[in-house]
């Protein structure tokens, strides 16, 4: 895309980040960003609730709060009026519990349906949180599990369930506004939300932007429940070969690691969790911020000085 550079845009789109940031004011910037996908779940209103989590998301990974959005829908007319409303429905619960107005939107006929939300957030100019800038000795915290990808194509090849995969359902539907609150104050260097590149592709773009090396705790890694067995069994989307493919020359692998790691960590998510770099005496209060607010916290990795490769994957019980 042909550039235009204006002072005011505090972030764009040249480091891969969730969404821009456009300050207006001495201490007001606006955030600007957009989704959409077709429905990976047969509930129409589940798949309305993780389209908004998900467009939302990145409005909480620039550390700022959603304000304003518009319906972004396709629709086949076979659907059907029930079932968009459902879709609606669900988007709008989440959009009220996030505290943000959807006051309109556009809607098209399409053969596959999609939805999503252009949002519009506030933050102050200097709370933004990039997705760089993260800095040697920096711990990193993972707010939802990950393996999504893998448990979707579980469920298209009726491996499992839809009843198994409630847990990860709840999980995408919910939003990232107590995560994003829980940094408030804190000294956090750089933060993204895990979607479509996976949690490697995601990672990568964090350490290349911020000029480190973040090693990845495999066998730390929070899972969604049947995502190891579903992967084992060989049900790995071809996006995650594809993310690992991209990156793969950053990335150093320890032996002791499994193949079965690398597919999960490298498996697109849909409305993942945010991952937040801080200095790791701060690390302790987020985590507590969240438990108290009902969420988890996992440390998946630490950030170190930069070296030939921007990311390693290792198992840490055994390189401690
Ligand atoms: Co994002
Ligand atoms: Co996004």
Redesign the pocket.
């Known amino acids: 895309m042909p550039k235009l550079s204006d002072p005011a845009l505090i972030v764009g789109f040249d480091t891969a980040d969730?969404a821009c940031v456009y300050q207006i004011s001495e201490d007001m910037a606006i955030i600007q960003t957009a989704d959409f996908f077709p429905p990976m779940v047969d509930d129409p209103y589940l798949f309305g609730r993780i389209a908004a989590a998900n467009a939302l998301?990145?409005v909480y990974?620039m550390g700022g709060v959603p304000k304003l959005a518009l319906n972004l829908l396709c629709v086949n007319p076979c659907l059907g009026d029930e079932v968009v409303k459902e879709i609606l429905r669900g988007g709008a619960d989440q959009a009220i519990k996030a505290g943000c107005i959807i006051t309109g939107g556009h809607t098209i006929e399409d053969n596959v349906p999609k939805y999503g939300l252009s949002v519009t957030g506030f933050v102050h100019p200097g709370k933004v949180r990039k997705n760089v800038g993260a800095k040697p000795g920096d711990v990193l915290i993972l707010t939802k599990p990950i393996g999504s990808g893998i448990l979707l194509t579980a469920l298209k090849a009726e491996f499992i369930e839809p009843r198994d995969c409630e847990f990860m359902f709840e999980s995408m539907a919910a939003l990232n506004q107590e995560a994003g609150a829980a940094m408030e104050g804190l000294s956090v260097h750089a933060c993204?939300?895990i979607?479509g590149f996976g949690l490697l592709g995601h990672l990568y773009e964090m350490a290349a932007g911020s000029e480190v090396t973040i090693s990845v705790f495999a066998d730390k890694l929070p899972l969604y429940p049947l995502a190891e067995e579903m992967a084992r069994t060989g049900l790995v989307p071809a996006g995650a070969y594809r993310n690992f493919d991209y990156i793969k020359s950053f990335v150093k692998i320890m032996p002791d690691v499994e193949q079965v790691l690398i597919d999960i960590a490298s498996d697109a998510q849909t409305s993942g969790g945010l991952c937040i770099s801080l200095p790791e005496e701060e690390a302790d209060i987020l985590l507590k911020r969240l438990e108290d607010a009902g969420e988890k916290g996992y440390i998946i990795g630490k950030a170190k000085g930069e070296e030939d490769k921007k990311i390693e994957l290792m198992n840490i019980q055994k390189h401690k």
Do not use: G, K, Q
Request: aromatic content about 0%; charged content about 45%; hydrophobic content about 15%.
């Open positions: 969730d998301s990145d990974a993204t939300d979607t």
